[in-house]
């Protein structure tokens, strides 16, 4: 396992948040690490400068969108699970018929993303990895306590955001999250987390 999240981490994002068009399709590309706000350096203050998938950016990109399709193209290993639903969410409720493609991963808070596609698709060497709720967390016991129970709850959200596509016992569901597991797109297509698997690989995967 490690050397697969070796392997995972090593993957090139070229972040961005982009809307384009391409033969006539509206294609947004949501790459890299899923957050609130920009983040800031702890000590200084200072924003942390790169290119991040914010709800605000998604939200800009839709409503510069023309058509009533959508082709989102995801690569990201998660972030923040606030952003990660809202995100999710927003895309549900949009107006739009909306494809995900998953070009290389879609881990963390980016499987809660692709969940929200009227259709998930993923290339042969595409992946998804699914998984509890963490986070960093200082404080007293009682502190820490309260966050063990208020991240269980978080749980109990990531779960229901794969529960409307997965095909199986929700006992099966639980134990996949809990073990922190990495699917393949021949893995999602049977659980039902990706519906069409693509033939041909992305060119926009580099290791």
């Known amino acids: 396992m490690k050397n697969f999240r070796e392997a995972c981490a090593s993957i090139d994002f070229n ?4 809307l384009v068009e391409e033969n006539g399709k509206e294609k947004l590309y949501l790459y890299g ?19 991040y998938i914010m709800i605000d950016d998604v939200k800009e ?5 023309k058509g009533d399709e959508i082709e989102i193209h995801l690569n990201s290993r998660g972030g923040d699970v606030y952003a990660s639903v809202a995100i999710g969410n927003y895309i549900k409720d949009s107006n739009k018929n909306v494809t995900i ?10 499987s809660i993303i692709a969940m929200a596609g009227d259709e998930i698709k993923m290339y042969p060497n ?14 007293n016991c009682e502190n820490l306590r309260k966050f063990a129970d208020d991240l269980e709850k978080f749980d109990k959200a990531v779960l229901a955001s794969y529960s ?4 199986g016992e929700e006992r099966e569901l639980e134990r996949l999250i ?6 393949t797109a021949e893995e999602c297509i049977t659980l039902g987390l990706s ?9 926009l995967l580099s290791i």
């Open 15 to 18: 972040p961005k948040v982009e």
């Open 195 to 203: 519906l069409i698997h693509i033939s041909e690989p992305t060119r």
């Open 126 to 139: 595409s992946l998804m990895m699914i998984h509890r709720a963490s986070a960093m967390v200082y404080g």
């Open 33 to 51: 690490s899923i957050v609130e706000e920009t983040p800031t350096n702890w000590w200084t203050g200072d924003e942390i400068p790169g290119e």
């Open 178 to 183: 809990k073990d922190e597991t990495y699917l």
């Open 61 to 65: 990109a839709f409503n510069k969108a």
């Open 164 to 167: 409307e596509h997965f095909k």
């Open 101 to 110: 493609i998953i070009d290389a991963i879609a881990a963390s808070g980016g």
